[in-house]
């Protein structure tokens, strides 16, 4: 039976936070030092479903949470922004956590996950990045000339209030999302119809159309390496191979850190994409598990396969 098989996303139990007047969602899931973790662009806590049971199993508490904008939290039409969702996870930490966290994200979720690190260290006990983002989006020198234009075009369609809504509806076809996950996911298999639903539903909700429009056009925020020198606490970076959205020779950085001396340890997960969370999770829930219990002494290193299998058998 695969992970996916074992720990399905109706597992999780959803909880909602008001914030700002604002509907948001999360889960929480077992006990012991707290851990949280920070989806991508257009995913979810869905996403999670194959390390939240794992990681909670280990003797973690495991939180998720849907960025506002995003899964079943709310979509209101503001100008969304890495600045936004970092006060909002700041708020987040305040009102359910109050104890160092390890901030775990994927994609646009590690740079978040970055972010909380360099910029708060008191309520940090560490970061996984997992295929971290360099930006929300391109900073215009990272484009050559003719993309630049083909982008700049795309953005203002996106954007306009008579084109948008009819291109958002065509992107968020079902098949189209089908092929773009075959882009960013090295394994076919890992394409399940549970993982387009928990994409598209969301995309249906009133208001999706107007956060993506607003997401595409935001500035880029931050850059790692505007944040790393900040970064005082331990770091793991996890990243697949084969992501053509954020390729691996964007790791340099942290290699680098980690030459200098800093703590920061970089595994490349071969035969993965963008999301090896997803398509290798007894991997990459190893691997975490392995560097949180270097971070807390009295864990003690267990097998993430069969702690998958124990999920299942309660």
Not at 146 to 160: D, N, Q, W, Y
């Amino acid at each position: 039976m695969s992970t996916q098989q074992q720990t399905p996303a109706t597992t999780l139990e959803k909880q909602i936070w008001t914030w700002q007047g604002h509907q948001i969602q999360y889960t929480i899931m077992g006990t012991g030092k707290p851990l949280l973790l920070i989806h991508g662009f257009g995913a979810s806590i869905g996403h999670w479903r194959k390390n939240i049971p794992v990681l909670a199993a280990s003797g973690y508490r495991v939180f998720a949470i849907d960025l506002l904008g995003f899964g079943s939290s709310d979509k209101p039409p503001l100008n969304y922004s890495l600045e936004l969702w970092q006060e909002k996870l700041k708020d987040f930490w305040v009102a359910h956590i109050s104890e160092p966290t390890v901030f775990i994200g994927n994609s646009i979720g590690a740079l978040l996950s970055l972010m909380m690190v360099a910029e708060y260290p008191e309520i940090a006990a560490g970061g996984v990045l997992i295929n971290c983002a360099g930006g929300l989006n391109h900073r215009p020198d990272e484009l050559n000339l003719p993309l630049r234009v083909v982008m700049g075009a795309f953005t203002k369609l996106v954007s306009s209030k008579s084109v948008g809504p009819f291109l958002f509806n065509l992107i968020r076809q079902k098949s189209r999302l089908r092929n773009t996950l075959s882009q960013v996911y090295r394994d076919p298999a890992a394409i399940t119809e549970e993982l387009i639903d928990l994409i598209y539903q969301p995309s249906c909700h009133p208001g999706a159309q107007q956060v993506f429009a607003s997401v595409l056009t935001a500035p880029p925020g931050p850059s790692p390496a505007e944040l790393l020198p900040r970064v005082k606490q331990p770091l793991l970076v996890l990243w697949g191979e084969d992501d053509p959205w954020t390729p691996i020779v964007g790791a340099a950085i942290y290699e680098q850190q980690r030459e200098m001396g800093r703590d920061v340890e970089f595994v490349a997960i071969p035969n993965a994409g963008h999301c090896p969370h997803d398509e290798k999770p007894d991997a990459v829930n190893q691997l975490i598990l392995d560097w949180l219990s270097k971070r807390y002494s009295d864990r003690i290193p267990v097998s993430a396969h069969r702690l998958s299998q124990s999920c299942v058998d309660k």
